[in-house]
């Protein structure tokens, strides 16, 4: 019988519902038969994506926060520095500026490498400040991330595959935002969903007609059983 290919999947606008918040349940019974490594990449802070392994019922393979936390199933590697990010927090909120998640701020309780600040917050002063620390402001669409400018996503999946054993050319891959772009780079086969920013379209090998977790599901009915 021939295995299932390696996935490499986003979370936010590729796993989650039309309406683009909560993982679309339907995803968690495929993922669960994936005969093949399914490496979970993300932007969200690292409890998250294990998190989801965890309800998924699949091995941890995970890339956090765009690259800067990658965890092999067996070790975690950071890869950026841990306090760049959270200097320019405070330099952002000195400047009278609000991250944007209220007083508990879970969006950023448990990040080590990098800061979400909401979207509706202004990005231009944000820009400046984290240009003065050598980081860089990613927009995925859910929030501006500000991040080292080495680690990505594609890095983390390669790092993971080196561990695992398996072929990035094998590789399927899934995702709607620019952070997206490094892990289509690597990966064989890449798909964006329709609802996917410019930057991911023009990256993948295929945008898709469907949205959100639709395309995500259309494309592992169709992948399955090619490796």
């Known amino acids: 019988m021939t295995a299932d290919p390696p996935l490499a999947l986003d979370i936010d606008g590729t796993l989650t519902r039309p309406d683009g918040w909560g993982i679309d349940s339907r995803i968690f019974e495929p993922l669960r038969a994936w005969d093949g490594p399914v490496v979970v990449a993300t932007g969200k802070a ?16 995970v890339v956090a926060e765009n690259g800067g936390v990658v ?11 841990r306090e760049a990010p959270r200097a320019v927090a405070e330099a952002y909120r000195e400047a009278g500026y609000s991250l944007g998640w209220g007083g508990e701020d879970t969006v950023n309780r448990w990040r080590e490498t990098e800061i979400a600040v909401n979207r509706e917050q202004p990005r231009e002063p944000l820009e400046e400040i984290a240009a003065d620390y050598g980081l860089e402001v990613i927009d995925t669409g859910y929030a501006y991330h500000v991040k080292d400018t080495t680690p990505n996503k594609g890095d983390g999946i390669e790092r993971i595959a080196d561990h695992v054993g398996f072929d990035l050319a094998d590789v399927v891959a899934v995702g709607d935002s620019i952070n997206d772009v490094s892990t289509f780079a690597v990966a064989g086969r890449s798909f964006a969903v329709e609802n996917a920013d410019e930057d991911a379209k023009a990256a993948a090998d295929e945008v898709l007609e469907d949205v959100h977790a639709d395309g995500t599901l259309a494309v592992l009915e169709r992948v399955r059983g090619q490796e």
């Open 46 to 61: 690292f409890p998250y994506p294990i998190a989801l392994c965890h309800f998924a019922a699949i091995p941890e393979l």
């Open 71 to 81: 965890y092999t199933g067996d070790d975690v590697f950071v890869t950026a520095d």
